[in-house]
């Protein structure tokens, strides 16, 4: 079964680059019809999805998203990343990975706050 562990920091500093890993046991992210996205929910709202990084290592950025939004992989240690740069307030949300809709990671909160 697939199995997804997000981490990185739960704090960054307003304007600072907040990078996130997603690591992947019981599946391959370099699998040709996989999809593996990243998702946050910022607090008291919906959920956001932010792009998606295929296993072929093609990747989508959600448009709103793009001027600061970048995910990555690493295919010798089965991860992928996504980093945000300057990051505000606004980026404050628990932030999951996921395999397309079935398989989810349990969430990592992040704060951006000085």
């Known amino acids: 079964q697939v199995q997804l562990q997000e981490s990185g920091p739960g704090l960054v500093k307003p304007s600072q680059t907040l990078s996130l890993t997603c690591t992947v046991s019981?599946?391959?992210?370099?699998?040709?019809?996989?999809?593996w996205s990243w998702i946050r929910q910022p607090p008291g709202k919906g959920l956001e999805w932010m792009g998606v990084i295929r296993g072929d290592g093609s990747t989508y950025v959600n448009q709103s998203l793009r001027s600061h939004t970048s995910i990555s992989r690493d295919t010798a240690n089965n991860q992928f990343s996504l980093q945000l740069i300057s990051v505000t307030p606004d980026d404050t949300a628990v932030y999951c990975c996921a395999l397309g809709l079935g398989y989810w990671g349990q969430g990592t909160q992040v704060t951006v706050s000085s």
């Open positions: 019981g599946g391959s992210i370099t699998d040709n019809l996989s999809a």
